[in-house]
């Protein structure tokens, strides 16, 4: 019997690739940088199962050329760039990755606070560029921390995981969500506010929330100009969440104090983007679930899916 083809859009841990050869032929994407489209399109027009990054498009065009194709293995706990609903009505399984990455996404998310709360990153710049003359009273002061109000908006596994962390920290932890989560508030105190409410009383503004139609840019002008003057946005789910061109002008305009950003509209940003001029902004190249362990882990869980759906089993992780 042929064994099933799957194609792997970017090179992962080897033990992942071993996992899905022993059911499979596996080719991998060797380059340091996506695969091309047409590549893409050409592979899945061939594959039983595609091991995709986010970086990948999974669309109508492509569903419709992967004629054999039965699972799309998603190494990201989000999904937004696969068309789920063109995916289902082929009967074509999606799978994601969560909870392996929650520890580590909630920890660059702190990260973001602490560092634009405490300008971390414009204080490091300051010493590098040979500006640090004398202390000062005032030198680089930034934002407490401790005893504070976290808004966190988007309560799941990862917004738990950083209301954890808040707790250590004394803060006062509200949220937002779709649907109440009484387990939530139960398990680390998180008390349930109307959007409005959250972005009036939060120091610290956390975007957990998945983008999907109903959360694209979810916060904009309107929204930013209901929080504090003193308050910090951090952005760790998709850039799509919030109108850019408004949270720009809420820094610039100083309506919010500053803003941690591990996500954007368009990744690749350039060198040139707006907001990387910003002394008040902390930008990173979406490395929320970037540390060895956990992408280990994320990899091992795409290669799980695969495998289940190629040996006629039920996905781990469905989406
Ligand atoms: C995810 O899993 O959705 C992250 O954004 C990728 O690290």
Redo the contacts with the bound molecule.
Sequence with gaps: MTKPVVFVTRQVASEAIEYVKEAAEVEVWEEDRPCPREILLQKAEQADGLLT??TERVDEELLSRARKLKVVA??????DNIDVPAAKKRGIHIT??PDV?TEA?ADLAFALLMAAGRRITEANRFLLAGEWKSWSPTLLAGQNIYHTTLGIIGMGRIGEAVARRAKGFGMRILYHNRRRRPEAELEVGAQYRELDDLLRQADYVVMLT?LTPDTAKMIGEREFSLMKPTSVFVN???GGTVDEEALYRALVEKKIWAAGL??FQKEPVPPDHPFLTLPNVVALP?????TYQTRME?AKLAAANIRAVLEGKEPVTPV
């Design positions: 990054m986010l998603n190494m990201a706990v989000g999904y994601n990755t990455l996404t998945p760790v789910s998709r591990d996500v979406h490395i929320g679930s970037a994320m």
